[in-house]
């Protein structure tokens, strides 16, 4: 997987299209967690999002990647936009709408949770990115991956002991912040 990445990186178009089929399956897990977390009768299947990112990854320049837990890293950071592009228009045809906030402690079980407000977990990671852009990342990496604390930590360059310190301070700021915060209505 390394040489395809660093082949499509190099410009091997085809080398993108031999990549894809090898992490399809784990592409399409990731998208059914993302969705998992969606209200019910979200109409946005896996498949679709998952077709929906490689049309991203297809149709720009290659990032960086270096390795197999950094190209997860950026599919997910591709399908958590396309997951709030899609809230946002979602939210724009219903005009409001308001999703119960989300419990920043129970970050831990997000699969279970079918409540979460992505428009308010965005605009507080965007916030907190301008603050701390590492520790935007680790949320981003762990909530919206499911990655680990080790995975996070090689995707990053850092040691998990770091991960783990960020992350605890990340839940706590993003706690304090979407309480305070009124409901995202669009």
């Known amino acids: 997987m ?7 990186r190099a410009g091997d178009e085809r080398a993108l299209e031999t990549l894809v089929p090898i992490v399809y399956t784990e592409l399409r897990s990731l998208a059914h967690h993302y969705l998992r977390q969606e209200q019910p009768g979200h109409t946005l299947q896996s498949t679709a999002l998952v077709h929906e990112a490689y049309v991203r990854l297809a149709g720009h320049e290659p990032p960086d990647l270096h390795s197999r837990s ?3 890293g950026v599919a997910a950071r591709l399908m958590r936009e396309i997951l709030v592009d899609y809230a946002r228009g979602q939210r724009a045809a219903k005009r409001g709408g308001g999703t119960p906030p989300i419990a920043i402690e129970e970050l831990e079980n997000v699969a279970q949770r079918q409540d979460v407000d992505l428009l308010r977990l965005d605009e507080a990671l965007r916030e907190l990115a301008g603050i701390d852009a590492r520790q935007s990342r680790i949320v981003e990496l762990r909530f919206f991956t499911g990655l680990s604390i080790d995975e996070t930590s ?3 360059g850092i040691s998990a002991a770091t991960v783990s310190r960020d992350w605890t301070m990340a839940r706590a700021w993003l706690h304090r912040q979407l309480q305070d915060a009124p409901p995202n209505r669009g």
């Open 2 to 8: 390394t040489d395809l990445l660093a082949r499509w």
């Open 70 to 72: 950094h190209f997860f």
């Open 154 to 156: 090689d995707v990053l």
